[in-house]
T-cell receptor, first 114, second 112 residues
Framework: GDSVTQMEGPVTLSEEAFLTINCTYT??????LFWYVQYPGEGLQLLLK?????DKGSNKGFEATYRKETTSFHLEKGSVQVSDSAVYFC?????????????FGTGTLLAVQP | EAQVTQNPRYLITVTGKKLTVTCSQN?????MSWYRQDPGLGLRQIYY???????DKGDVPEGYKVSRKEKRNFPLILESPSPNQTSLYFC???????????FGQGTRLTVV
């Protein structure tokens, strides 16, 4: 079945460093791809999404490009801040029959130090 | 404000004592789901619902029940909780295929 693989954490960076969190997927169809962020003690919230190949999602300085040829959706940010410390989840949305299911990666903890 | 509300936020219970975690959304979404989050496993879907009176099993349904009598509510029921159901639970709703999911703030359940 469909699946999402993302790099394991924790990822520890200094403020203003460049961030990449890798995400690759396996899907039989043409899923939509998402990045969700979970701040401490909170639920998940959508960070960005892309619905078709070559689309670039962006929000709050984060970007990710839907690469069908490499089945990837890597998250990047040019200059991280302490406030970006959170757990980041890559996810895909499949629509097999009527399930309309979101499949998540295992999450990557990002810790940004001042 | 668009939101998904779960209650309670924290719950400690004993093995075998039935409990219900409530979930309510105010966005008139058709799709609702329950997930559990465990370290190293990410989020796994427990049950989902496509509309009122339409529910189905997700990836880890054993030991759980749900109901969808109204569009806005989707409670999760543990008839006889066991320690392996100790986890962080999230309810989510979506308006349609490939749309953004809105999550509740989570319920941290401990079964002793």
């Amino acid at each position: 079945g469909d699946s999402v693989t993302q790099m394991e954490g924790p990822v520890t960076l200094s403020e203003e460093a460049f961030l990449t969190i890798n995400c690759t997927y396996t899907a039989t169809g043409y899923p939509s791809l998402f990045w969700y962020v979970q701040y401490p003690g909170e639920g998940l919230q959508l960070l960005l999404k892309a619905t078709k190949a070559d689309d670039k999602g962006s929000n709050k300085g984060f970007e990710a490009t839907y690469r069908k040829e490499t089945t990837s959706f890597h998250l990047e940010k040019g200059s991280v801040q302490v406030s970006d410390s959170a757990v980041y989840f890559c996810a895909l949305s499949e629509f097999e029959g009527a399930t309309n299911k979101l499949i998540f990666g295992t999450g990557t903890l990002l810790a940004v130090q001042p | 404000e668009a939101q998904v509300t779960q209650n309670p936020r924290y719950l400690i219970t004993v093995t075998g004592k039935k409990l219900t975690v409530t979930c309510s959304q105010n966005m008139n979404h058709e799709y609702m789901s329950w997930y559990r989050q465990d370290p190293g496993l990410g989020l796994r879907q427990i049950y989902y619902s496509m509309n009122v009176e339409v529910t189905d099993k997700g990836d880890v349904p054993e030991g759980y029940k749900v109901s969808r009598k109204e569009k806005r509510n989707f409670p999760l029921i543990l008839e006889s909780p066991s320690p392996n159901q100790t986890s962080l639970y999230f309810c989510a709703s979506r308006s349609g295929v490939n749309t953004e999911a809105f999550f509740g703030q989570g319920t941290r359940l401990t079964v002793v």
